[in-house]
């Protein structure tokens, strides 16, 4: 943005609890980390959770961050999101299949070529899927979101029942490649490797698209339509290929967190991706619709609580993310860092 | 009114089950300001936003430029030169000063020409210019707001309530930009509830009721003729 001009404005600061306010959101995960050190005590064990508990957040957030824009932007509830999810854990797992020899080479470079495969296979499919989708299923409903949920749900449901059609019906278990197996050890904590690597390409895409948002002008295009589409139109751009760019987007998102699912549980079923649907949802609740930088707090409050919880009181860890729900919601009724307001 | 740069045929709107405009003919002349005028519901915000497309025409015709847009998208209705500066605003709260200026800049980069018109139009917002659109005043948003419609080449300008709930001082710098754009050659259709605004900028003036032009003429009769002003504009303040 070269348009700045060369002196420095100044606005007067805000009094210190309102920024704290303010920062409330953010400072939800450094102090759940604390209170999980607290509570666990025993240093090496808080690692290993916090870091599964991060993996788990960030594959959530790859899940949840094309719903969160495409509610946002679009203000379309698409349930049929979870089918991309499973459809990509399935391209992108036929892949590592067919591709074993690779992925079982002691080859780090082979792995991790397998992967990438994978990845970009599920997310061309899923975004392809996701452009199809839009046109025959979404587009008809735009504004209806009772018919949106019933003809979305039913859009899962065909999905699911196609991915028994040509992959079958039954569960298919597989392993990681070779070099992603097994764990690394660091201060007396295992560390598993996958896990490591989900938090590096979670970390990876957070990046990358606050930079996509913060500097590039269809960034800004996005923000501005979250807020108010009506205006971004007015000024001369037309949003409907940016809503069809977004839902393919989104799709293809959701098509790479459920690779990264898939390989994170070793087995792939249809209904997965309905399954995550729920943790997904919760998500863009608490993270606030349309933020993506909600979504990416969110994320890791679920995965991080969900871990801490199942280590410490494993019967609670079922309803710990209800819980969360819950207690953000009577917090913030409109999630913690709303773009745009729940109607 | 030969030349009009806008005219507008007969044109009916519904909003869901309402029928709100009821036939509105409207001519907004080239290079002059336009007052729309009326009390609050007559229909005056449908017929800007049924121009700029946020709501389609159900029945009659648009014209822009000898160009009949009534089928356009609002998107091509902005890039055919049509400036929109809703009643809310409308600004990006989310956004800073500057990235609303660059996203309103459709065209290309925002160039130093087209930041110093603006800067010299609006100065508070070179003061501003890097801090979130919500943190502004009432005024400061309405600055940018008419900022952001400037920033490409219009050549038309749809304005609606630019003074409505701002102190004196805004009110007269807001007057003072719109006299600026007026000398600058634009065709400006401005929605005012405030007389002595509309006296002092607009050329014509329409009024509307029940959604429709009830009627049509140059500024100074409206402004200098006690009787019409009391038949049009003393229904509209007393309703308004």
């Known amino acids: 943005m070269s348009a700045a001009p060369d002196h420095r404005p100044r606005m007067a600061d805000l009094p210190l609890g309102e920024r704290i306010a303010k920062a409330m959101p953010v400072l939800l995960v450094p102090i759940l980390l604390v209170l999980g050190f607290l509570a666990i005590g025993n240093p090496s064990s808080w690692l290993t959770l916090t870091v599964s508990g991060l993996a788990m957040g960030m594959m959530i957030f790859i899940m949840a961050s094309g719903l969160t824009l495409v509610f946002g932007l679009m203000d379309v509830i698409n349930f049929g999101h979870g089918a991309f999810i499973s459809v990509g854990a399935f391209v992108g797992i036929s892949v590592v299949l067919a591709l074993a020899e690779w992925a079982q080479a002691p080859s780090l470079l082979l792995n991790l070529g397998v992967v990438l495969l994978a990845v970009l296979a599920a997310m061309a499919i899923t975004g392809m899927l996701g452009w199809a989708f839009e046109r025959v299923i979404v587009k008809p409903v735009y504004g209806a979101h009772l018919k949106q949920i019933l003809v979305t749900v039913g859009g899962l449901i065909v999905i699911e029942q196609l991915i028994h059609v040509i992959w079958g019906p039954d569960e298919i278990f597989f392993a990681r490649p070779e070099m992603l197996k097994g764990a690394v050890t660091f201060w007396g904590a295992a560390l598993e490797k996958y896990r490591l690597l989900a938090v590096a390409i979670g970390l990876v895409l957070f990046v990358v698209m606050r930079l996509v948002f913060r500097r590039t002008r269809i960034g800004l295009i996005v923000r501005a339509g979250v807020e108010n589409g009506e205006m971004v139109e007015a000024l001369g751009y037309r949003l409907r290929l940016v809503f069809i760019g977004v839902f393919i987007a989104g799709s293809a998102l959701a098509g790479l967190g459920g690779v990264m699912w898939g390989l994170y549980q070793e087995v792939i079923t249809a209904g997965m991706g309905e399954e995550m649907m729920i943790l997904v949802f919760i998500v863009v609740i608490i993270g606030g619709l349309g933020s993506v930088e909600g979504a990416f707090i969110g994320a890791l409050l679920v995965g991080l609580l969900q871990n801490y919880i199942a280590f410490l009181e494993p019967k609670l860890a079922l309803i710990s993310n209800i819980a969360l729900l819950t207690a953000i919601l009577m917090w913030r009724p409109q999630g913690m860092m709303p773009v745009v307001k729940a109607k | ?240």
């Open chain 2, 1 to 240: 009114m030969s030349d009009a740069i806008l005219r507008i045929e007969n044109v009916h709107t519904d909003i869901a089950q309402y029928h709100i405009l009821h036939g509105v003919d409207l001519q907004v002349p080239r290079g002059a300001v336009t007052m729309l005028l009326g009390r609050n519901g007559v229909g005056k915000t449908t017929t800007l936003r049924t121009i700029i497309g946020h709501w389609p025409a159900r029945e009659g015709r648009i014209v822009f430029d000898g160009d009949d847009i009534t089928a356009l998208k609002t998107s091509e209705r902005a890039r055919a030169g049509i400036g929109y500066v809703p009643e809310d605003m409308g600004i990006f709260s989310d956004l800073t000063v500057e990235e609303n200026m660059v996203l309103a800049a459709a065209s290309g980069p925002l160039d130093t020409g087209r930041r110093d018109r603006i800067f010299e139009a609006f100065p508070p917002l070179r003061t501003f210019w890097r801090s979130p659109a919500g943190t502004l005043s009432g005024g400061q948003k309405q600055m940018l707001s008419i900022a952001r419609a400037m920033a490409e080449e219009r050549r038309l300008f749809l304005i609606d309530e630019p003074t409505k709930g701002l102190a004196p001082a805004i009110v007269s710098t807001m007057a003072g930009a719109l006299r600026d754009l007026k000398r600058q050659g634009a065709s400006i259709l401005l929605v005012e509830q405030n007389f002595a605004v509309a006296k002092a900028l607009g050329d014509f003036a329409a009024v509307m009721d029940d959604g429709r032009i009830v009627w049509a003429g140059e500024m100074e009769q409206l402004a200098t003729d006690a009787g019409l002003q009391e038949r049009l504009m003393g229904l509209s303040m007393e309703a308004g």
